[in-house]
């Protein structure tokens, strides 16, 4: 028998884009914002485990420059990151 999986209330899907913002300005607090940055994108992978991807502008286009495996805490902190985090600016 299959399982259904619970759809995400409206508060939750909120509630869940303001953490991966959250995350995003903190991977950029501490890796410094790059010139060329055209933007970090935070996907939540499962629980507290999220997957950022920085992207940096080449020419007319756009190309990942980093790609970090994330733990973070309830308030978004990273609390582990693969590779580890340093600065690009």
């Not at 994330?70 to 340093?86: A, E, F, K, W, Y």
């Amino acid at each position: 028998m299959k399982q259904s999986e619970k759809q995400p209330t409206e508060g939750e899907k909120s509630g869940h884009e303001r953490l991966t913002a959250l995350i995003g300005r903190h991977l950029l607090r501490t890796l410094g914002q790059p010139d060329d940055l055209l933007c970090v994108q935070v996907r939540r992978l499962w629980e507290d485990h999220y997957r950022a991807n920085v992207f940096l502008r080449a020419d007319v286009s756009a190309r990942i420059a980093r790609s970090y495996f994330l733990v973070t805490d309830r308030d978004g902190n990273i609390m582990q990151s693969t590779p580890g985090l340093t600065r690009l600016a």
